[in-house]
């Protein structure tokens, strides 16, 4: 069956993992004090707080539970600054809390907006995304960051603005992407058979729930990616000859 979408993790498979550990996540981490400062009270920003402080509660990490006794006012709502320590927190254990993801596109943001941030891709990465938008293919971003980071860092890459190419962005509110139903609902988002969708990651847990969902997968070998079993699934290391129209085997 003739693959018709293409869905595309971001962290190692189109963007080397470096940017990300050694990029935004330090820039992230930097600015939470000043930005929550500023925006702490803004009722979408405040919403965000207020499913952290109730993350913060409900972790079991014995590390979490530490950081909350050590916390000035262990009752929510005692303002934005207590919830820094646990923020930095996750972001040094790279953690993938939903409401982190969108406070870190926020402040991503800023440094995207001001210049501070451009976002590399591996070289062979524009022409490929240019050339299978050419060939009719939809363009689909699934990655842990969210929606709106996701649209920065293609808005703002090293070769241009390629935001345009995608037509359809999913984070993890649609699930954990280690959960096969979440590659179900992505292929019924795209209006897609599973069948037609060609998930590329460099993660082996998500290449086994997309095939568990019926996608076909392949794992990215990227510099830099940390050596990973591909399990049975081929592996890739350049775009530049991958055709999935025409069958990517």
């Keep these: 069956m003739a693959i018709t979408h293409l869905l595309l993790d971001i962290e190692g498979t189109t963007c ?3 940017f990300v550990a050694e990029v935004l996540f330090p820039f992230a981490r930097q600015a939470l004090p000043d930005f929550l400062g500023r925006h702490g009270e803004r009722p979408e920003v405040a919403a965000l707080l207020e499913a952290v402080e109730e993350a913060w509660g409900n972790d079991p990490h014995p590390g ?3 950081l909350r006794q050590q916390a000035p006012g262990n009752e929510a709502g005692s303002g934005a600054e207590r919830l820094v320590p646990y923020l930095q927190w996750l972001i040094d254990h790279d953690i993938k809390l939903t409401p982190l993801k969108d406070l870190q ?3 991503w943001a800023d440094g995207y907006g001001n210049g501070t941030i451009t976002a590399p891709l591996f070289g062979d990465v524009a022409a490929a995304l240019r050339r299978w938008h050419g060939e009719g293919l ?3 971003v ?3 960051g969210s929606v709106p980071a996701q649209q920065l860092l293609y808005r703002h890459s090293e070769d241009g603005d390629l935001s345009g190419l995608f037509s359809h962005w ?3 509110r649609v699930g954990a992407k280690q959960h096969p139903k979440s590659y179900t609902e992505i292929a ?3 209006g897609a058979e599973p069948q037609r969708v060609l998930f590329i990651s460099d993660a082996l847990g998500e290449l086994e729930a997309a095939h568990g969902a019926g996608m076909a997968v392949l794992l990215s070998d990227r510099p830099g990616n940390p050596n990973r079993d591909s399990g049975p699934f081929e592996r890739i290391s350049d775009y530049s000859q991958l055709h999935p129209g025409h069958g990517h085997q």
């Design 138 to 140: 939809v363009l689909a």
């Design 170 to 172: 999913f984070d993890t």
């Design 142 to 144: 699934y990655s842990s």
């Design 105 to 107: 596109g926020r402040i």
């Design 16 to 18: 080397p993992v470096s």
């Design 188 to 190: 019924a988002a795209m």
């Design 64 to 66: 979490a539970q530490a």
